[in-house]
């Protein structure tokens, strides 16, 4: 169980870092702000260029599927069907707790 | 046409102001069929036009309510997509986009103006770059317009052209764009179009079509470079953290991520955030001191930006001294150590602290660019300004400003001339030591200069005015109340100064003891500390907080000083170059065109110039300056003068010389004027170095006892008797005799026969020394110290020597005294050569 607050995970865990976990299909990002998202993993998605992200705010929206959400917190509720609090433990315990080697 | 929702009148919630309905765009989707994103309305009164967005829905179908639309916002003209083949024009505003889409040409623009480029979806112009079409630019013509442009061709990358130019016809007048030149072009028809609605009947839109791409391709190229208007750091996307963050902020404040089992817990360590934002190493010339600039955040609102020395920083105790109360360092036995080392880390994080070098001095260093003479805000090297060094003077920055040099031969030339005009406001006396001065102080610490220039004058004889003068050499905002050093300040304070202004005039002003006896020798004991330093070449030794000794903080620049008065001490007097002001000296209306040249900034461009030069060679040259030194130095001696004074005189002659040369060079002075000026001024520093000898020679402990002691008899405040039997002397009235009676005390014999004085030691230098002191110049000397002088100087003859017996052997003993029979009686006494109390009279 962790205790975290959300703008405290959103500082440690930046989209930066988040996104590139998720999204296979994420190209390499040229340029801050709004980028190319890839393939939605939200619908069947078949083609780039719908799925958008903020590489700043973690902000996504897809204009295929109407999928979109502020931050990683929402993202990753939408992708694992998570409440809010969940969604937090959920990802400091996957990618915040430091392993021992 | 306008939709009926949309209100007909605008009222601005800020101002209160109203505004009419004008024009509304829709934004349509690219595929035909699909609903719109929203609409902009356009609603103007008088004076000014309000641009609302519509992009809420409100539940209705293709019904909006004010609000931009979300992120990543749709851009406008996206249904006239299927006419890129001609190429895609980014317009400023929809206005200009509409007016293009009733050409049949596709016209795009994001919302929200320049600022709001980043918040647009470029996607579809992305996708038609990658198809193949060409991308166009079509900014308002004026400076907003340019900005849009920027945002958006900094968006797009090289693949988008831009219309550096409006098209031919279209109107001139600011932030004119592509609805203007529609306009002016159905004007040529003859036809009215108010640059919003449908265009009026009649209007050839296939012609115009032509004609705006025909016209287009002589206006297009890449965006200019003066268009971008600051220098913005290319927006990169943040780097992928390696590892999970030990440390985070955000607007709350500064926390620590603490793994426990089974999870992570945020530990809040303050309530605000730091940021070291750059190191600055503060050089001295001696030593380097690292500054860190910090920048900081308090629910999200910036504090002010703190400059903490290094060794300032690890206590922690900074915070709440520069920012108050509210910030919070939270309790906890390792809180501090964690947020130290939380702001450390975080400031590296995702590169590290820049650090840069500023120098808090003026004057000479080595840089990379080879020698440049740091001066505020400024340096100069032989290729003119240095770029990119930082120089610091604090409030002496005000003053000590250089100009940049002159950039053509006509500019030198006229720099030069107001310089020469400077050197004429007074007799040669005076402006040759003081322009000698001026050209001497950039090689003071390579020459090793060891005296002030001492410019004495009474009270309104504008010693402060040609003082400043001088100093405008150095900066255009000197003036006789403006100069950076008073006698009156503290000895620290006059010392810093002296060291920072390294190879600059210095001018000391307003040497005048008055006040109280406190007062005048707090006064005198500033003028001996620093005047001594200065002709040492030294400083109060300092020592560090280890003990250790701190590099000397010696006197740097060559000081001109002002006074009302000399110094009265003799070892003060011969540090200083002694230059006397007359009143009336000064011509009046040259020093007034002095002072104009002097703000006008030509004098500091002359120094400007003749720094540009030194630096060219710079070792070579100071070699030069050595060797003439030497040379002058011989030449003085040679004339008789002593002590430090052929060294005072050579290095102003070097000073001057460097004057001569330099207006010489830049073809303000010829040649033959030059050496008739050089003649000139070595015969005038000879004499002033003559007159101050004696100044010098009058303030000599030992010449002043035997003077005073000849004015106390001559007043007859003091008697001699004679030697032989005790009586009145021969020539009595010179001994302190009136009418055959011994006048004030007895102070000695004697003996005219033998040319020689007696003098009882005690009492006679109680009787120098009260007289002294009642004309505030008393000898500081001690009395074994005063009659070795007067034996050093052939005065007085030495004592007798004496053998003393101690415990284990017996040894001699010389001293000032001996015991001569007087009147058959013993007396120890000091023995003076007559010729030297009264050698005035003698020569007569």
Known sequence: ?101 | MKPDWIPKTWRDPDTGRRYQYSHAWEYQAQKKGHPSFGWVARYQNKTRKQIIPYFRPNGKPNRFDPGAAEEPRPLYGLHTLEWAADGILITEGEKDASALHYLGLCALTSPGGGNAVAKADWWPVENAINQGHPVMIWPDDDTPGHTYAVAVAERLGDACSCLIDPPAGTPRKTGAGAADWLQAALKQQGLEWDGLGPLPTGADTEDLRQQLLQALPAVTGPLPDAWRPVEKPQTKPAAIPQKPAEYVVTDRGTFQMVNRSGGVEERQLANFTARITAEVSRNDGLESSLVYVIDGSYKGRALPTVYLNAEQFPGMAWPSRHWGSRVIVYPGQTTKDHLRCAILKLSHQPDEVPRHTVYTHTGWRQLDSGWTYLTADNAINAGGQAAGVDVELGELGNLYALPAPSQTAEERRQAALASIQAASIAPAGVSVPLIAAVYLAPLAQALKTDFALWLVGPSGTYKSALAAIAAGHFGSQFDYNRLPINWNDSTTAVENKLFTLADTLVVIDDYAPKGSRKEQDRLNATVDTVVRHIGNLSSRGRSRPDLSLRPERHPRGLALCTAEQWPSVESIITRLFGVPLRPEQVNLERLSAAQQASRAGLLARCMADYLNVMADAYERRIAHHKDRWFDYRQRAMAAGLQRRLPGQVAFLMVGYDAALHHWCSVDALDADTAAELQGKAWDELIRLAQDHHKRALGAQPAEAFCSTLADLLAAGEAHLLSKTDGREPLHADRYGWRNHLPQGAHIGWVSEAEGLVYLLPTIALKNVNETLRRLDTPLYLAPDALWEQLQNRGHMLPGETEKRASDSNTREVNRTTRVMRINGHPKRVVTLWLKSIFSFEQEN
């Open chain 1, 1 to 101: 169980m962790s205790r975290l607050s959300p703008d405290v995970l959103k500082a440690a865990l930046p989209a930066a870092a988040y996104y590139p976990t998720v999204l296979p299909t994420l190209p390499a990002p040229k340029r801050a702000g709004w980028i190319n998202g890839g393939l939605c993993p939200f619908h069947a998605d078949q083609h780039t260029g719908n799925f958008r992200i903020h590489w700043e705010t973690g902000a996504f929206t897809c204009f295929a599927c109407g999928a979109k959400g502020g931050d990683i917190i929402a993202f990753h509720q939408t992708l694992h069907g998570l409440e809010f609090k969940d969604a937090i433990d959920d990802l400091a315990v996957r990618y915040l707790a430091r392993r021992t080697p």
